[in-house]
């Protein structure tokens, strides 16, 4: 699915990223690549949906908008429902199911941080289920980079 | 705290989506913020450096890669020992991701979050008890995602403008 070369460039980029005029050609001198064939490469793997997205990570707090980790416990029965309710907020980015009494997990972003309090008690509402709000109090960065 | 000003949140708008694949990637947006080349990439790197990104570079779908499984691991660590205990997992390469994040006593007792990904269920659950053997053994559980039905992602608006961009991307 993918060769060296891909692996080359993706554990070399997840250690960061140049910045300057060429920054693909500075990638592509670094793994002994041509700067189009990075670009392609980098293209590929979009594609590809191996790599989501090629950018920058933002900092929501630091930005004047609020983040947040909410969980709920929903009935089996009910679960499309619910699913179907909670995702219909533009706010939430993220939802997954899992594996717990607690088995809907999803992201909240807003442009402010009141705005998660709101967000919240409108969920509770529509669903009649309790959310539990877990934000972030501190973040431990990753000490290594995933090979691949 | 800095604040980002009007040309740095049009910086932030425009990279958000993903840095464009051509040879010149600033140079569209220095065209059109009347910037230099050199100037933008400052203008990033002072963003990067304040914090406001938090890291500049690729996300990976690990499930694309074949890693099949993930499982968020969540821990009960005392407050004492909190701080040594997540720096100490943030070591470990299957760990990618590690938040502390506030208890719902006595429901939820669980303070550290960890993302951890394997090939499949039993690397995950081989993955954590060497990380639990390793750390200091505390209570913990792993909850394995099912399903994903949402991942747009956080889209941040120019607050400087008065337009409001819902997530639309499904």
Redesign the interface.
Not at chain 1, 90 to 100: K, S
Not at chain 2, 21 to 27: K, M
Not at chain 2, 95 to 102: A, G, K
């Given at each position: 699915?993918?060769d060296n070369n891909d692996r080359a460039i993706?554990n070399h980029?997840?250690?960061?990223?140049p910045?300057?005029?060429?920054?693909?050609?500075v990638v592509a001198e670094h793994l002994g690549l041509t700067?189009t064939e990075v670009?392609q490469r980098?293209?590929n793997l979009?594609d590809?949906?191996?790599?989501?997205?090629?950018?920058?990570?933002?900092?929501?707090e630091?930005?004047?908008?609020g983040?947040t980790?909410a969980a709920l416990k929903v009935p089996p029965a009910r679960f499309d429902q619910v699913?179907a309710m909670v995702?219909a907020f533009?706010?939430?980015?993220?939802?997954?199911?899992?594996?717990?009494e607690?088995n809907m997990?999803?992201?909240l972003?807003t442009?402010t941080p009141q705005r998660i309090l709101a967000v919240i008690a409108e969920i509770e509402q529509q669903t009649g289920l309790k959310v539990?709000n877990?934000?972030?109090?501190?973040?431990?960065?990753?000490?290594?980079k995933?090979?691949? | 705290?800095?604040q980002?000003d009007a040309i740095d949140w049009q910086i932030?708008e425009y990279?958000?989506?993903?840095?464009p694949?051509?040879?010149?990637?600033?140079?569209p947006l220095a065209t059109q913020l009347g910037l230099s080349?050199?100037h933008l990439?400052?203008r990033?790197?002072n963003?990067?450096h304040?914090?406001?990104?938090?890291?500049?570079?690729?996300?990976?779908?690990?499930r694309?890669?074949?890693y099949q499984a993930n499982g968020?691991v969540v821990w009960d660590v005392p407050d004492e020992q909190l701080i040594d205990t997540?720096?100490h997992?943030?070591?470990?390469?299957h760990?990618?991701?590690?938040?502390?994040?506030?208890r719902?006593l006595p429901?939820?007792p669980y303070n550290l979050?960890t993302m951890i990904?394997g090939l499949n269920r039993q690397h995950v659950i081989a993955h954590v008890a060497a990380l639990n053997e390793a750390c200091g053994s505390f209570p913990h559980?792993i909850?394995?995602?099912?399903?994903?039905?949402?991942?747009?992602?956080?889209?941040?608006?120019n607050?400087i403008k008065t337009e409001?961009k819902?997530?639309?991307r499904?």
């Open positions: 699915m993918i993706i980029l997840q250690g960061g990223f910045l300057c005029e060429r920054p693909y050609q700067e670009l980098l293209q979009l590809k949906k191996i790599l989501s997205r090629f950018g920058p990570m933002y900092h929501a630091k930005l004047g908008g983040l980790l699913m995702n533009p706010e939430v980015a993220h939802n997954y199911q899992r594996e717990h607690l997990w999803f992201v972003a442009e539990y877990l934000p972030k109090e501190r973040e431990y960065f990753i000490g290594l995933w090979e691949v | 705290m800095y980002p932030i990279i958000q989506e993903g840095l694949l051509v040879h010149r990637p600033y140079a080349e050199t990439t400052s990033i790197a963003l990067h304040t914090g406001i990104i938090k890291r500049f570079g690729i996300v990976i779908h690990h694309r890669l074949g968020m997540a720096q997992f943030t070591q470990f390469v760990v990618t991701l590690c938040y502390q994040r506030s719902h429901q939820w979050f990904h559980e909850l394995f995602s099912q399903q994903c039905f949402k991942q747009c992602g956080a889209h941040y608006v607050p409001v819902p997530c639309d499904q």
